[in-house]
């Protein structure tokens, strides 16, 4: 797991390492619709949320959809088709997962009350408004965000029919040869929509097979990683 500081909060981005799962899941999967054992997807985050402290009895997370939606998270949440959840209770954990597509983490900085909102971000989700409805939701003050491991614009190959909209929105240089820069693209989105502090970590999931999984170089038989937050308490 990768932590990211932001005081008030515990964040981390998982990896595919130190977990249960074999084979293509090997080994912290995440993802129950997977394809993987769902006891063993069940023992990674019992693993997870315990590298974190939070409580795996109230973990959180969407049935994503690659939307705009960010639903307000209540404890053992599951099911709602949506690709954000934003919550301001301590001690309730939230997770958004991927395999390629960005993990993204907004939270209040300073003295406002604290909120922290995860979001899955792909391609359709940052042109819809993913980004700007995470940090609408936990808007109210000074806003920092992180963009964890994604596929990176070394291996992101996309038809005009994705890079044109891009270039539209995010200007000419997130497209390059054909590839597309997802983590640009995000950074350009959370500082249009206020986010005064932008962290990234600029890592290719299709690039490191050891450490993430990716949906893209495993032909889609492959696990989730992803983000999970909560306000500690």
Request: charged share 25%; glycine share 12%; hydrophobic share 40%.
């Amino acid at each position: 797991m990768i932590p990211w500081e932001a005081d008030g909060y515990e964040v981390a981005f998982t990896t595919r390492v130190g977990g249960v799962s074999e084979g293509p899941y090997a080994s912290l999967n995440l993802g129950r619709k997977s394809g993987d054992d769902v006891d063993r997807v069940d023992e990674n985050r019992r693993i997870m949320c315990e590298a974190i402290g939070a409580d795996l009895e109230k973990l959180a997370l969407n049935y994503q959809v690659h939307s705009a939606r960010v639903e307000r998270a209540a404890p053992a949440m599951r099911g709602k088709h949506a690709d954000g959840l934003w919550t301001d209770e301590p001690g309730l954990p939230i997770l958004a997962m991927s395999a390629d597509c960005l993990p993204i983490v907004v939270v209040r900085a300073g003295p406002s009350e604290p909120a922290v909102a995860v979001l899955h971000a792909g391609w359709r989700g940052l042109l819809e408004g993913i980004v700007e409805a995470g940090a609408h939701a936990v808007g109210g003050g000074s806003l920092t965000a992180a963009i964890g491991p994604g596929i990176g614009p070394c291996c992101y190959e996309v038809g005009e029919e994705v890079a044109a909209p891009f270039r539209e929105r995010f200007v000419d240089d997130v497209v390059r040869e054909g590839r597309l820069d997802l983590w640009t693209s995000a950074e350009r989105a959370l500082r249009g929509a206020g986010v005064a502090r932008v962290d990234r970590l600029d890592r290719c999931t299709a690039c490191e097979p050891d450490t993430f999984f990716s949906h893209r170089r495993d032909a889609g038989r492959t696990g989730r990683q992803g983000v999970i937050a909560y306000v500690a308490g």
